[in-house]
Structure formats: C-alpha cells, structure tokens
C-alpha cells in the first residue's frame, strides 16, 4: 500500500557544483507521485530542521528548478553539524508534527549517519519514515558507490587548474620556477590527484602529486622537485592541503582556536605557502602557490556534464526508491561499463556509508607515491568529460650567426 | 617603398589567456604581405633574443596556430627581464644580422619600454627597423588604450569565481562566516574590483571590495566586515594583493630575499591569510580565503570571447600598420560606442605607454572607497561578455507547529 504523506529534502555538508542537480531531480520526481503530498525543504539542513525551519517547495516560481540545476551551491543552505545526543528525538517530533514520511537528505557519511539515527529512532518509535541519502561530497571519499555526485565538477576544475598553471609555469618558468596548487581533502587525495587528468606529455603539469595517503618526507619532496625542476626548468605539484607526516599528523593547519569545526577538525590550509617556504630555503628557487579554495568545488563554467547528470539522477532515484519502500539506503552509482563508460544506480545501507571513508586504492598511486597510475586515470577520465587539447609550437630553431 | 625583410615577434611578461591569440594574430597578419620574407619568433622575449635563441614560426603545423589562438600563456616562452646598458646594442646586433625589419613585441610597459630603447638605437645608427608594441596585461594598466587584451578574460574568471565563491558563502555562512578572494594587482585595482562583475543583488558577494588605491586601514576594514555579516549572516571580500597603507607601503608581500623581481619588486600574496587573522582576532569570527593565483589569468574555460577576438586583432593591426610604415607605436583599444559596444584600433607611442600607469579612477570608486560605481560596471560589464545567472530559491516557510 503506498505511503502517503510529506516529503522533506535537505542539503548538508561542504556544496558543490552538482548538489542543487540532486535537489532538483529530487523535487521533480516528487511532483509525479501522487502519494507525495507537500515537498517540504529543510534550511541549512539538519540545523534548520531542528528550529523547524521549513520551506514549501511547491511554491517556487517554475522557471526556477531548471536554472537551479546548474546553479552551483546549495539552494537550501548547508550546515556542518554534529548531532547531539538529544536532537534525534527532537528531530522525530518535526518530522511527526508536519506529517513527514519520506526524507532526502544530501550529504556525505555525516549525512547518512545523521539519516541513520532519525531513521532508526523513527523505527522504534512505530512512526512509519523512509529515509534515503542522496550521496555528495567533492572529496570523493564515500564507500559502496563508484564515484560520488561532486567529484567530477572538482576533478574537471582542478584538471583544467594544473593545465592552465602548467602552461603559465612553462612560458614563465625562467622567473617562477616552481608552482604549488594547493587543493582540497582533509584524508583522501581524490581531488589532488585529478591535476594529472589534462596531462598529455612529460613537460605537462602537474610533474609531482603529494597525496595525503603517502606521508610527507621533506627531503624525497625536495629531490623530487629538484629533479624535475633540473630537467624541465620548471616544475609544478599538485598538493593536498591534507598532508600528513609518517606520524600521520597534518603537515600544516590553522593554529586559531576558532577554526575547528563541530566534528573537531581543523581547518586546513596553508600547504601551499609551507612547500614555498621549504623550497626557497632548501633549494634557493623561486616557489609560488595557487589556492582554488572554495572555488574549485563551486565552479559552473567547469562543471562536468556527467556530474550534473548523474547528480540529478540519484536525486530522481532516492525518491523512486523511497516511494517504492526502500528505507534506510543511500543511492549509489554503480559502473556498468568502462568504455564507453555507462553508470546505473544502487543501493547501499546509510549505516554502513556513515562508517566507512574511501581513500585512494594503493593500486591508483604509483610505487615511489609520487604520481598517479593509468588505472587511476581510466577510473576517473569519464568522471569529467573531455579536456581542452593545448597547442604547444614545435619551435624550429634557426642558426645563430654571432658569437 | 615597402621595407623587405623579415619578422620578429616576441612574448613578454606575465602570461594570459589571450596573448596566444595575438600571436597567431600577428602571424596570420605576417602571412599576408609579400614584403615579409620570415616569420620568426624569439623565445623566452627580449632573454632569448640576447642569446640569439630564434624560432622559423613558418615551418610550424597547419593546424597548430587555429589551436594556439585558444591555448592560453605565452606559447614562445615569456619573461621578466629588466635591460641591462649593453642590452640594446647587443639585441640589435642580433637584430641586423638576421635582417630583422619588422619587430612585434607583446606586452605591457616594461615591454614598450625595451622596444622604445631597441628602436630609438636603430634610427641612430641608421638601420631601418619598425617597432610595434602588441598591448597585453591582466593588470589593465595601460594608458592610451581603453583597456588590454589579457584583462577581460580574468576579469571573467573572477566575476565567475565571486559569483561561485558567494554561493558557497551563502550556503555555508553558517560555518564559514567570512571568505576573502585574495586577486591579482599591483598597484591598480581593476582585477579586484571585476569581482563585482556578477552582483546582481545584496545578497551576491562581493560585499566589500579592497583596492590598492584606497589606503588600507584596519579598523574601517573591520567594521565594514562586522557590518555585512551582521546584516546577511555572511560576507566575501575581494581583496587585492597589492593593498597598502596610508604611507603607501605594500601591507604584506613576501620576506624572502629569492622573491624580489629584477624590477626590485617583491612577490606578492598573502593578503588573505592576513585577512582572515586579522578577522579571526579581532572580530571572533571565522575566515578563510580563497587564492586563485595564476590560475585566473590563464583559465581557457573563463577566456571572455570579445578578449580573445580583440587580442586577435591588436595583433594584426599591428603588422598591418608596420608594413604601411608606422613605426615606435602601441596598437590601443579605442571604444567607438559604449552600447551596443564597439571597438576599433589606434595607436600611441611606446615611449609614453612605457612611462605611464593607470591606475582605476575616482569615478570608478565608491565614495567610502569599500566598493566600485556603476560607471565602472559599465565599462567592464561589455569586455567579459554575459556571466550565467544563478537562481535562488524563494523559500516560503511553512508555519511552525511546535515550540
């Protein structure tokens, strides 16, 4: 018998250029299911939810959800919020009280750990809900899925970043020499490894990737840079903003009390200025440092189109699931097909996303740890879609006629 | 007469998204006229051409040019080269034994300058030599010109990113409160203040502009902050890396001896995370920043189409008016009609272009100086072409049930 009642989506966690796809294909699912009765949107997610702070959905003007989908953000607000040990129950009453019975959340293992508790407390309290996760995060970093809605759009932007820098570094390389892009991820290196997708040739950027999965040695960091910096006459890494020593404690992050966030991380940054910092002094070549920041998840211009997609499609899929009683799960995506790549949906339990963290696979980093395998490569290519081909002149040196 | 002989182009200081097209622009150009027997291009600017290091741009691919006139930096190697006393003679020692007639120069007024000195020696010595400079510079500090190729395209890649980066802000001001976009600039604001290319609303980042010709002074800076996150629960700031004090001393920039320039300039960066300390102890709120770098005068995805045709025709025009006999001469930007806008092509002497430095105006400054004017808005809006337009939800609560 179907499950008539209210539908309730939020967003949480960092946005990305894709999440508001998921939200729009979420609310237009909704909208053909008749047992669906208001769809109901959460501002600043669970935040909002526990101040009973609710949008009506189905009053947004029409022409809005097909500029949302490629709005980059999150249109409902976000939130970083670690649950404490009241909210649950408190979150049930919400629920209750505006007749809630499906409930979409957007997120990453926070998310779905969040999911979990209210839909187990639901459970033991007979109150009929069915929760699903919609799976996002830029970092790449859930299990039981292929890829997670995010990447794409973050790998693409990054891709283009390191090609772009690379030929900034190449043309001006006699005065810059070397350049570090700092990038996105606190424990996986998903993002700092998509620098090597627009890599054709040798004198590509970027020529070396620090990734958080392989402790950060000083001095193999420098010969490394030394070496390509000898051979090339410049030299561009690609790095994570997340290193970790052998010890597995963070390279570099921010000493203020006031950043470290309600799950106790703190903030991160500073990579970039810190290898410059190494370089000059060791090395005595000149080192500067780009820093995308918030802006390399955020980016419309470099969205991949198979992002967008797949990102409304798991938005549609966790309704059609959740309508069809599927309860507890989040979306995945599932590779069907390498080449041509083709990705279908499925389903895994938010108890076990919520506890689990998916880095880099061994076999996706090369054996000194300082680049990224082919195999790394072919996963990843499809994710973001085809890269400008850069000119390069051939260069045909004419004789020299003095000394 | 027309002047047989051949031709040099050469690439000069910082690298953009567009300088590539002026030189296809100027070999397309070359190609035309009879008169010029070689098309050759010196590597890494007037540093290559010391050394006599000279490129036969004729034997290059067919297909490469098309290519290169949307691949960005500088394909024959740029540099940062301040001439030394002997320089000029030696450059045209390399010049006359090579038969060089026709010298292109691309670049900003460092360069004019070398092609003013290069040329003036040839008249005294009674070689037949046209010098053309080829405008170029993100900075968009030219005089003569109504603006430089170079300048539109990262002007489009920080509206985007303000745009982007404000949406992030938007969505997760409750977390991150504060977020500085540390841009590019010396001594003139104009990258910095293209960060309100996309505003549309109060709501839209940026909230606060921070111009190098506006003193920078702490306490105002901070309550300006204070001010638009008590009123929008966040705030972004674009700042430029060359902000100074009231004495006019650079308010951060690099200490390390290796990062002063043969202009005596020292590397800049590191307003951002100067912002945010500044923030973080004074205000107790949290900030981060966003530090695109080099990246955002180099993004092919982010090029403005009216830059890149126009950087296309500087170069040309500059051939054309060399083989008509011009000579010592910029090609400038001359705005025939603001709406629907129109340029067309003039021509200034090197020697004041080399001597000059425009910094953004008065009338293009807000009187409290935290912000730009419309006429600003106006000026720049026509040379980064149409930015997309992001939708917001209207979000229309519902009423509350419980306490």
Known sequence: MPLKGNLLVGQSGGPTAVINSSLVGVI????????????????HGVQGLLREEIVDLRKEKPGTLKRLKTTPSAALGSCRYKLKADDPERLLQVLQAHNIRYLLYIGGNDSAETGHLVGDL??????????????????????????????GS??????????????????????DNVKIIETMGRNAGWITAAAA?????????PHLICLPEVPFEPDRFLSAVQNAYDRLGYCVVSACEGLRDAEGKEVVASKRAIDTDAFGHRQLGGVGDFLCDLIATNLKIKARYDKPGTIQRMSSALASKVDLEEAYLVGKAAVRSAVQGVDGQMVTLVRESADPYRCTTGLAPLEKVAAAEKKLPPDF????????????????RPLVGGLPKYARLEMHPIEKKLS
């Open 28 to 43: 237009e699912e909704a909208l053909k299911h008749p047992e669906i009765e208001a769809i109901y949107g959460c501002v």
């Open 122 to 151: 639901a459970h033991e309290k007979g109150y009929e809900l069915r929760v699903m996760g919609v799976p996002k995060t830029v970092d790449n970093d859930l299990e039981y899925t292929d890829h997670c809605p995010g990447y």
């Open 154 to 175: 973050v790998a693409r932007f990054i891709a283009a970043a390191a090609m772009d820098a690379g030929k900034d570094s190449e043309a001006i390389g006699v005065v």
């Open 197 to 205: 997708l627009g890599k054709r040739e040798e004198r590509d950027a």
């Open 365 to 380: 980093i090369s054996p000194d740890g300082t680049f990224v395998t082919q195999a790394f490569l072919d996963y990843a």
